[in-house]
């Protein structure tokens, strides 16, 4: 007989399928909904329910997950009494929306804990699968057991706002190595090299740069520069070249020169010869 904590899932897309299932797999009681209905089909064969209304998911169990496209979205399912429902929003957004929505879903008698998915739908369920929730610990900690089946949690503080906060840095961070990738294998590629012959060396590089993490973390948390790999002078040296070559070989610049562009000020600011992880003065100015 099953014991596990019935729980609800709003949206299911590929992410809300991939959560959906996850929870069946793992025992849990599952009532889904979505806005189209043929979605939950295969959920549905796999022994979910499916609600007739957001309303009626709502009423179905304590535990209801939200994984929708935005927060408005997240407003119009999450539309009626929420007296004893613990509300999970894995639906990307903002701190502010975030803030936001935990206040309302208080002042409607629920409770809030917001989250973000640091994985592809096919993760989920898997310890590969990461997800990082924000809200208040006691709260966490009592659901922490039936949203392990997801994947490995992370309990980032009581501001709601956190784990979004979390996210656009996470997501910041990944585009910038994306974007160095993709702008390397083209400057490569008017040499007649491919990207994945350029793919031993760049993996080479990026694990390199995890290295130097912890280090840099130090830094910018003490505002102290030590120059250990080179002064941020010498990486404008470099970083010249690169878009003198990039701009003779007809490739699009606007990257390296972004990056000069931020170098030049911290040089300006007076740290020239300090080291790189100076430049976090810069990303911390409007």
């Known amino acids: 007989m099953r014991t596990s904590t ?22 849990h009681p ?94 989920v369920g898997t310890t590969d699968a990461v997800l990082a929730y924000s809200g208040p610990r006691p709260l966490y900690d ?45 400057i490569l590629g008017t040499a007649g090299v491919s990207a994945t012959a350029y793919l031993p060396l760049a993996q080479t590089a990026i694990d390199t740069v995890a290295g130097w993490l912890p280090g840099y973390a130090r830094q910018a948390d003490h505002g102290t520069y030590p120059a250990d790999d080179g002064t941020i002078g010498t990486h404008l040296a470099a970083m010249a070249h690169v878009v003198e070559e990039s701009e003779s070989l007809g490739v699009n610049a606007e990257l390296p020169r972004l990056v000069k562009a931020l170098a030049e000020r911290a040089a300006a600011a007076g740290h020239g010869g300090s080291g790189y992880a100076a430049l976090v003065e810069q990303f911390r100015k409007p």
């Open 6 to 27: 019935p729980v609800t899932v709003l949206g299911l897309g590929l992410m809300g399928s991939a959560l959906a299932g996850a929870f069946l797999r793992a025992g």
């Open 142 to 186: 009592a659901h922490e057991s039936t949203l392990a089946c997801l994947g490995t949690g992370l309990h980032l503080g009581d501001d709601p706002g956190l784990s979004a906060t979390h996210e656009m840095a996470t997501l910041v961070l990944m585009w910038g190595m994306l974007d160095g990738f993709l702008n390397g294998a083209a």
């Open 30 to 123: 599952t009532t889904v909904w979505n806005r189209t209905t043929a979605k939950a089909d295969d959920l549905v064969a796999r022994g979910a329910t499916l609600a007739e209304s957001p309303a009626a998911a709502l009423a179905a169990a304590p535990l209801v997950v939200v994984c929708v496209s935005d927060y408005d979205a997240v407003a119009d399912v999450l539309d009626g009494p929420l007296d004893g429902r613990v509300v999970v929003n894995l639906t990307s957004g903002t701190p502010s929306r975030a803030r936001a929505l935990a206040e309302e879903v208080a002042r409607r008698g629920g409770d809030y804990l917001d989250g973000g998915i640091m994985a592809v739908p096919e993760a």
